[in-house]
């Protein structure tokens, strides 16, 4: 897997490349067909992960040179960056940063302990706070119609039993996301993505939908009668990152088939 350059301060591509499109947690599930799709729309994807290296390596094999991987631990402010020093340096500023890097441990609340609730804090929360933090100033010296994507979750708006550290830190993500559009507009418009049962590998695992009777019992909550594929998070995605898109900022877009309707 390729790495970022040493820490700089360009704020363009050194080679008149394509514009420069960060993904936390970029390379499996959603994250992995965000980055494909960023590729699709012309951009240069350096994609984060923790540390699954095969995941990463199949991304760069089956993307080729439009996209780059980078093992970074987004819950530390420094290492992150030191990483987006080397990302401008090398690729320019990004024009999208997408914070979608995850981390869920589910458990009654009284058997969590406070290990896990910073884990899953300082990852799903925390970490979209050093990523944006430590991108945003590069992206500004860059120029204005920067975009900032919060992948969030439904379970940040409705709770649910045992998700106390994930529904706190996709809840606080979301009002994250509201105060950054305050703070970064016009320059730079920040919004959320809000996905609902959508087939990865991971969800068919937790939700057990290799099982029929799970399956159906899913389905019947969703008005549509069917769960997202990771192509049509995608689809969310290159709108709120197009200029189809220039008068939103703030909001949250919840792609769900109707599940929840807020």
Known sequence: MSAASPAGSTTAPTDGSAPAAVVSGGTRGIGRALSERLVHLGHRVVALYASDEDA??????DLGPSVSTLRVDIADADAVARAVSGIVEEHGAPRVLVNNAGVNIDKPFLQSTPAEWRRVLDTNLSGAFHLTHAAVPHMLRAGPEGTVVNIGATTGIRPRTNGAGYCASKAGLLHLTKCLALELAPDIRVNCLIPGFTWTSEVVDRFALDDPAARESVLRQIPTGRIASTDEIADALEFLVSTRSAFITGQKLIV???????
Request: charged content about 25%; glycine content about 24%.
């Open 56 to 61: 990463a390596g199949k991304l760069e094999a």
């Open 256 to 262: 769900d088939g109707g599940q929840f309707m807020w």
